[in-house]
């Protein structure tokens, strides 16, 4: 409570700017938080000076910062050129070879690095208060093993450039497997290990791939998810797939795994093809393909997102350093799933090309009981924690005595990325799990971006409650008009990247024109990221929301970000999703979806006293038409809501469009059932 007091004293009410046709931005939160001087003083850039500094040489003379930046990272040959052509197809570090596998995991042998541990893992289950399996892989293992594995692959008839599907969980075997695709030039596709048979099979057609490899089962939330068998079914109607390897996780309490003679083969029968298990590196050229990854869009057919080797690899290394200010002792925990690419990137890539050690922990946050992320810090000694808001809803939904519980004294950094953060949920961060002591890194970027693009750098910038700070190295982002020219500060616009990065996407695989109408269209040649922001009088960005999902009350434009702030904000409201419904009136109608913290009734007094709070907040004007309470809204596994779905049943349509990223499907059913 006194978190959120602290918080509504820090707001500034209405000043609407603008025309028509623009975003408008309603809520400012005006406190800034100082990096404490211990952090400042042991951080890798101390300073906004040091910040500006390294910025400005990353736009004026990019060869000299990437070169440099990218030093440690081993190439077989380095590159003739750093940029080369122009977006959408410009190509990064051209005559550069490398094989990356010798980055993450090569390098590392020759120092004391070749025994520390590379991962940490905890499975899920857990018996009096322990988990029953953890593993410690150190890198030398890691290598071993990746190197095993790609053996084998070749051994299966996998080339340079074939398509290898991973469906797995968090677990250590996720990481060598896509480690070893990238060890003999395969290009790798995670998928969820929770998807359904339809976007398994859609997205195995998608890329042709010639394996899959994938867990008889995974443990979740106290229950066992089918895996093999999903994949079986996807099979019957994917038939460019040739071997399919099985690592079995659940252990012999569990259904014998069926296989299906000449085509399925244990994780150690596929080792065992390539007993010596010497697969050399694929050397590859830069802009050689590393991973697709799918996204779903917002309707229709899933995107493969494409990036490649040398770009991408610069990007989640450098990234990685800077914005979690790392240090070989840290314990880096990045509570992605691996088919997010934020697993890509910061429980792969990223930490293990610095040679880190990363913590991985295959369940769910409140399994057994709320607790368990906290006694995981505690066990391990976690000391910067990345993880979304939508997580940290549900953490401050659950009450703050499972994080009080614990100690967390060894965190010294918290992240945030995946959606806007409302500052409510931002404060609690800081206050509760931070105890006032740890910078908060908001991080803004895109699957397309492959690596962070924005960011509160810790040690070098204050940070704000909700914004996701200034340009990360290399990316000069901007606020733009329909009409292309550039937003007045805190004049809301849609957020454009006009330069380069070496870590963007290439290509949708297979339809690059598709590539091209999606991204650098709406302003030609310029790459539009989707999203609605603002950017303040100290250059803060702050991100307002899909521009797709932009909601026109009144006459103004207003992004979900602020809308849904200003509702979480009410003391009992655990989550929001605002939408419109079209209205024979108004044109639109504002439904925001509520679910409650436990403990706390829904009834007209409720539904009363949050259509007030918004009132307050932003303005009559904003105060919603409908508020409708939900026990839980629809939400993609990487914990983002999935508006397009609650539009459908605010309009009193049934839900429809590809749904396959949805992490609970009995979601919508509910929600539908529950109309007024
Ligand atoms: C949103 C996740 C505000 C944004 C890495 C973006 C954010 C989309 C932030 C990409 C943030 C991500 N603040 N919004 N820190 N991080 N977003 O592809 O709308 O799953 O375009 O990549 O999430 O989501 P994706």
Request: hydrophobic share 40%; with cysteine; glycine share 10%.
């Amino acid at each position: 409570m006194r978190a959120i007091l602290r918080f509504r004293a820090g707001l500034v009410y209405p000043r609407p700017r603008m025309s028509s046709d623009a975003l408008t931005s309603h809520l400012t939160e005006s406190r800034r938080f100082e990096p404490s001087p211990e952090f400042r003083a042991r951080a890798r850039v101390k300073s906004l000076d040091e910040y500006q500094r390294l910025y400005r040489e990353s736009l004026d003379d990019p060869r000299a910062f990437w070169e440099r930046e990218t030093s440690d990272l081993v190439f077989r040959t380095r590159a003739t050129s750093t940029c080369d052509g122009a977006p959408p197809h410009a190509r990064w570090f051209t005559g550069a070879t490398l094989n990356l596998t010798e980055s993450c995991l090569d390098r590392h042998l020759a120092t004391s690095d070749r025994h520390k541990a590379a991962i940490i893992w905890e499975g899920e289950p857990e018996a009096g208060g322990r988990p029953v399996e953890t593993r410690t892989v150190t890198y030398g293992e890691l290598h071993r093993e990746v190197v095993a594995l790609a053996g084998a692959l070749r051994a299966l008839g996998v080339t340079k450039g074939d398509r290898v599907i991973l469906d797995l969980g968090l677990v250590p075997e996720a990481a060598i497997a896509m480690l070893a695709c990238a060890r003999i030039g395969a290009v790798h596709g995670v998928v969820f290990g929770g998807f359904a048979v339809e976007a398994l099979r859609d997205r195995i057609n998608d890329c042709g791939a010639k394996v899959v490899i994938t867990q008889d089962g995974a443990f979740r939330r106290g229950n066992v998810v089918p895996m093999k068998a999903t994949v079986d079914r996807a099979l019957e109607e994917a038939k460019s797939v040739e071997k399919v390897i099985v690592l079995p996780r659940l252990g012999a309490a569990h259904a014998p795994i069926a296989l299906q003679p000449g085509r399925d083969l244990l994780w150690s029968d596929a080792l065992a093809l390539d007993p010596r298990g010497g697969a050399a590196p694929e050397i590859v050229d830069a802009e050689h393909p590393l991973f697709i990854l799918y996204t779903s869009g917002s309707t229709g057919k899933p995107k493969g997102v494409l990036h490649t080797t040398a770009g991408y690899l610069a990007g989640a290394h450098v990234s990685t350093r800077y914005a979690f200010d790392l240090r070989p002792e840290d314990l880096f925990w990045c509570t992605a799933d691996i088919g997010w690419v934020t697993g890509h990137s910061y429980v792969v890539y990223g930490p293990l090309s610095n040679g880190a050690t990363v913590l991985m922990y295959e369940g769910a946050p409140n399994a057994p009981d709320p607790g368990r992320f906290w006694r995981i810090i505690e066990r391990h000694g976690v000391t910067v924690l990345y993880t979304a808001p939508t997580a940290i809803r549900a953490f401050m939904r659950w009450g703050d005595q499972h994080p009080s519980a614990c100690d967390l004294s060894s965190l010294r950094l918290l992240g945030s990325v995946g959606e806007p953060i409302n500052p409510e949920a931002w404060v609690w961060y800081h206050t509760v799990i931070g105890k006032g002591r740890c910078p908060i890194v908001d991080t803004w970027w895109q699957t397309e971006t492959g690596t962070i693009m924005m960011v509160t750098l810790p040690g070098a910038t204050f940070g704000k409650p909700g914004s996701t700070g200034l340009p990360f190295f290399g990316v000069e982002p901007d606020i733009w008009r329909a009409d292309g020219s550039s937003a007045a500060p805190n004049e809301g616009g849609k957020l454009v990247l006009k330069r380069h990065h070496p870590s963007m996407l290439r290509t949708i695989w297979g339809d690059d024109e598709r590539y091209q109408k999606t991204y650098y269209s709406e302003f030609s040649g310029t790459y539009f990221t989707g999203d609605g922001a603002r950017r303040d009088e100290d250059g803060y960005y702050w991100v307002l929301g899909r521009i797709d999902d932009v909601l026109n009350i009144a006459g103004h434009r207003v992004g979900t970000a602020e809308i849904e702030s200003a509702v979480v904000g009410h003391p009992a409201v655990a989550e929001c999703a605002a939408v419109g419904r079209p209205d024979e009136l108004k044109g639109q109608a504002l439904v925001v979806f509520v679910t409650l913290k436990l403990g706390h009734d829904a009834g007209p007094s409720m539904r009363e006293s949050i259509l007030e709070q918004v009132s307050r907040d932003i303005g009559k004007f904003a105060r919603p038409d409908e508020v409708r309470f939900a026990d839980a809204l629809p939400k993609t596994r990487s914990g983002k809501i999935m508006r397009r779905f609650l539009k459908d049943i605010a309009a009193g349509r049934s839900a429809t469009g590809d749904a396959s990223t949805l992490e609970d499907l009995t979601v919508l059913a509910k929600l539908s059932a529950n109309e007024e």
